[in-house]
């Protein structure tokens, strides 16, 4: 089984080459199962329902979040429409949505989503790692691919939890810094890692927004509205191969696409 995950999509950018290059990396790939992280595309922070419908449109099949989850409160009615969309699963209970999604592939495989935020240099939100654990023992016995986004700033959280279950789920994915790290591996006990995936977005700016207010409020330490980039348009990924009888993870892959 080959599964995709995108990482974290910025803005209108990020969205157009989701849009036109997606459904040619699908078919090129013969991939199975599309995941992306869209937490921040609606103008770089926050996602609407109508962005949620257009990305669900272009052959992802389930939408991961984060700490940006609630920047458009519209979203907070929008989530029981639409169990796709997902936010951290270790928001206090009551929190609207859900933060893991079960389906199954095309060709019948079933598969579980789960998205996870750190608390390191983060907001403190309840347990990861208790919560992690919590929600993979609930799924059903049948389900073994089990992808994890680990939606963090700190490298170590992100590979305390990746060496945490190792060998409990397929793959723990790191997104949030919206920098592709170069250590993707399977861990010795099948579980696919990397630090961060990466930002599908304008890479021409820093993380996704224009350089010039992020320089200038790291000069005078003052409030600025920053804005989405425009230039070296890209798409960083992972692609992972995965025994779907087992869950083990067979190789993670580290893509990267440019829009011409």
């Known amino acids: 089984m080959r599964v995709l995950f995108i990482g974290d999509i910025v803005g209108s950018p990020g969205r157009?080459?989701?849009r036109e290059r997606l459904a040619d990396i699908l078919a090129q790939r013969q991939v199975d199962l599309c995941i992306a992280n869209g937490e921040n595309s609606a103008s770089g922070f926050g996602i609407t329902a109508r962005i949620t419908q257009e990305l669900l449109a272009t052959g992802i099949e389930v939408l991961?979040?984060?700490?940006?989850?609630?920047?458009?409160?519209?979203?907070?009615?929008?989530?029981?429409?639409?169990?796709?969309?997902?936010?951290?699963?270790?928001?206090?209970?009551?929190s609207p949505g859900s933060g893991v999604y079960?389906?199954?592939?095309?060709?019948?495989?079933?598969?579980?989503?789960?998205?996870?935020?750190?608390?390191?240099?983060?907001?403190?939100?309840?347990?990861?790692?208790?919560?992690?654990?919590?929600?993979?023992?609930?799924?059903?016995?049948?389900?073994?691919?089990?992808?994890?986004?680990m939606h963090a700033e700190a490298t170590s959280e992100k590979l305390a939890m990746g060496w945490?279950?190792?060998?409990?789920?397929?793959?723990?994915?790191?997104?949030?810094?919206?920098?592709?790290?170069?250590?993707n591996r399977v861990l010795?006990?099948?579980?696919?890692?990397?630090?961060?995936?990466?930002?599908?977005?304008?890479?021409?700016?820093?993380?996704?927004?224009?350089?010039g207010p992020i320089i200038q409020r790291f000069h005078d330490a003052l409030p600025i509205r920053f804005t989405v980039a425009e230039g070296d348009i890209q798409m960083n990924a992972v692609l992972l191969d995965i025994d779907e009888s087992t869950g083990r993870a067979r190789s993670i892959e580290r893509l990267n696409y440019r829009l011409d």
Do not use: C
């Open 164 to 183: 945490n279950l190792d060998g409990k789920v397929s793959a723990v994915l790191g997104t949030h810094t919206h920098v592709q790290t170069a250590d």
């Open 64 to 94: 991961s979040g984060g700490n940006h989850i609630w920047d458009r409160r519209e979203i907070m009615e929008y989530f029981p429409h639409e169990p796709r969309l997902l936010r951290p699963a270790n928001f206090p209970a009551g």
């Open 16 to 18: 157009r080459i989701v």
């Open 188 to 211: 010795p006990n099948g579980t696919a890692y990397i630090t961060d995936v990466g930002m599908t977005g304008p890479h021409d700016g820093i993380i996704g927004m224009e350089r």
């Open 102 to 149: 079960v389906g199954t592939t095309k060709t019948g495989v079933k598969y579980a989503v789960i998205n996870i935020q750190g608390r390191t240099f983060m907001i403190p939100i309840d347990d990861p790692f208790r919560t992690a654990e919590a929600e993979i023992a609930k799924l059903p016995p049948d389900v073994k691919v089990i992808i994890v986004d």
